[in-house]
Nanobody
Framework: VQLQASGGGLVQAGGSLRLACAAS????????MTWFRQAPGKEREFVAA????????YYTDSVKGRFTATRDNAKNTVYLQMNSLKPEDTAVYYC???????????????????WGQGTQVTVSS
């Protein structure tokens, strides 16, 4: 599976961005697609997950009500709509694909089989 992330950029606080992650090759084995982020000097952290077939979504508390994960199975693409962005959202955002995820492990980076290359999101104050 290859994952191609896009959509990052520089935005002012309060603004919006939409990230996209296009998957190719072996997508029928994907159980969930997840967004992580990593700020300088910090560990990679879970942001949002969307189950590939059911549309169930899960979010970390700090983005609930601001970020929305969606999917377009016809395009094998997941999106992360980010609204009301804050400077603390600044990070490199990664998408990841998991084949045998269970809900209790969705936040763990080691649970994922494939990763995209990352896209930078910078929110200025």
């Amino acid at each position: 599976v290859q994952l191609q992330a896009s959509g990052g950029g520089l935005v002012q606080a309060g603004g919006s961005l939409r990230l996209a992650c296009a998957a190719s090759g072996g997508t029928s084995n994907i159980r969930a697609m997840t967004w992580f982020r990593q700020a300088p000097g910090k560990e990679r952290e879970f942001v949002a997950a969307i189950w590939w077939r059911t549309d169930n979504t899960y979010y970390t508390d700090s983005v609930k009500g601001r970020f929305t994960a969606t999917r377009d199975n016809a395009k094998n693409t997941v999106y992360l709509q980010m609204n009301s962005l804050k400077p603390e959202d600044t990070a490199v955002y990664y998408c990841a694909a998991g084949f045998s995820l269970i809900l209790s492990s969705v936040r763990e980076p080691t649970s994922y089989n494939y990763w995209g290359q990352g896209t930078q999101v910078t929110v200025s104050s």
